[in-house]
């Protein structure tokens, strides 16, 4: 299947559009595309994310570009840099929350595992509403913050577990260092980029 992919940071300029070189350069199939949170319009590619791009016979011709809805409909999968970057298009963009995972998210986390922790947030926000229902118009907003605490107790120390078993999901962001650094963020993305292409390859 060929698939729209779009990798999203916070100004296009450093970490998506590595990201979208690399994935060009080991994907046959499928159209990839970048763009950033707070991106500004048709500026060029990091100085630095071009010379560390062109260290591995990489090249990309690039304009920044704001993330838009146009875009989130064209995506079949939008991969960011951050679970910030995440979070924020999930405030902003609600309608396309099944197509956002990080980077990082999407290749190391079993499906399963990612699931039970999706239930256990649903189950949380349920039950939070609930007590709030029940109990807003009855107790003072101190007593109901206490109230909410020693009911949902259990649930939090269990999401706290659960996302304790997770992997750091954010990739370095190089903005502002030396080459050494861009070089590093490079590799990083490369190494999870490679696993990308493998898990693609398996779905096909």
Sequence with gaps: MVMNILFVCTGNTCRSPMAE??????LEEGNVQSAGIFAGKGEPLAKNSEL???????????Q???????LLEWADLVLTMT????QTLALQYPDHQEKYYTLKEYVLIDENQWKQLKNLYA????????ILNEYKDKIGEQELEQKLF??????IKEIDQREKELPDL?????FGGNISIYRNTRDELNHYIERLVEKLRDEE
């Design 170 to 174: 954010n990739i370095i962001d190089p």
């Design 64 to 70: 920044t570009r704001p993330i838009d809805r146009d």
């Design 52 to 62: 560390v791009l062109r260290e591995i016979d990489l090249g990309l011709n690039h």
């Design 21 to 26: 070189a690399l994935l060009k350069s080991k």
């Design 83 to 86: 679970d910030r970057h995440k």
């Design 123 to 130: 189950a949380f926000e349920e039950k939070r509403l609930s």
């Design 150 to 155: 020693d009911e949902l107790e259990d649930e």
